[in-house]
């Protein structure tokens, strides 16, 4: 079965800083891999997304994230941390082949201090 | 432009009461989702449906139940309610399989069942 884990279930840093929200999937073959963001009272919304292709993407807000097989990982970065970032981040997979909805993982907290 | 609208978005229950949730889309989607999220556990699949007149389990199907007689709602039903089924729920669409496109989220409904 795939399944993700986030490592870390709150992540805090300051303003401007970088911000690294890991990511790890287990998989047999390469999944389909997602993130999320969801902000206070919200539902969650699509940050970026890996199918195929180029390994590095980029999303929404100055958010990207970087599919590594060898370390079957999908880590989101962010340069420099804004304080309107902080919000609850999940990261999702899916296999490609199959039928099954996007397994989310536990989430992860950011919270950025000014 | 109203995406995936939930009602009611706020519930207190006594314990052995029912209830239905009411998911409305207005995108046209055939996929269709209803997700629970509790602190530390992330989001976990209820049940979701393919297509209209179709739905199948997810993760944590039991106590709860669905339909999906329209194409544009999808109803989750608490037959008789549990303090364990406090929680905030989310209902979620997507136009094909969840691997290719995204999911659009409601903005969730809190239920606390006493």
């Known amino acids: 079965a795939q399944s993700v884990t986030q490592l870390g279930s709150h992540v805090s840093v300051s303003e401007g800083a970088l911000v690294l929200l890991r990511c790890n999937y287990s998989?047999?073959?390469?999944?389909?891999l997602f993130w999320y963001v969801q902000y206070p009272n919200q539902g969650l919304q699509l940050l970026l997304k890996y199918t195929t292709g180029a390994t590095l993407v980029k999303g929404i807000n100055g958010f990207e994230a970087e599919f590594k097989k060898s370390e079957t990982s999908f880590h989101l970065t962010k340069p420099s941390a804004h304080m309107s970032d902080a919000a609850e981040y999940f990261c999702?997979?899916?296999?490609?082949?199959?039928?099954?909805?996007?397994?989310f993982g536990k989430g992860t907290r950011l919270s950025v201090i000014a | 432009n109203a995406g995936v609208t939930q009602t009611p978005k706020f519930r207190v229950l006594k314990t052995g009461q029912s209830m239905t949730l009411l998911c409305a889309q207005d995108?046209?989607?055939?996929?269709m989702y209803w997700y629970r999220q509790d602190p530390g556990m992330g989001l976990r699949l209820i049940h979701y449906s393919v297509g209209e007149g179709t739905t199948a389990k997810g993760e944590v199907p039991d106590g709860y139940n669905v339909s999906r007689l329209k194409k544009q709602n999808f109803l989750l039903g608490l037959e008789s309610a549990a303090p364990s089924q406090t929680s905030v729920y989310f209902c979620a669409s997507s136009p094909t399989s969840a691997h290719t496109g995204e999911l659009f989220f409601g903005e969730g409904s809190r239920l606390t069942v006493l």
């Open positions: 998989s047999s073959v390469p999944p389909y």
């Open positions: 999702a997979v899916y296999p490609p082949s199959g039928n099954t909805p996007l397994v």
């Open positions: 995108m046209n989607h055939e996929y």
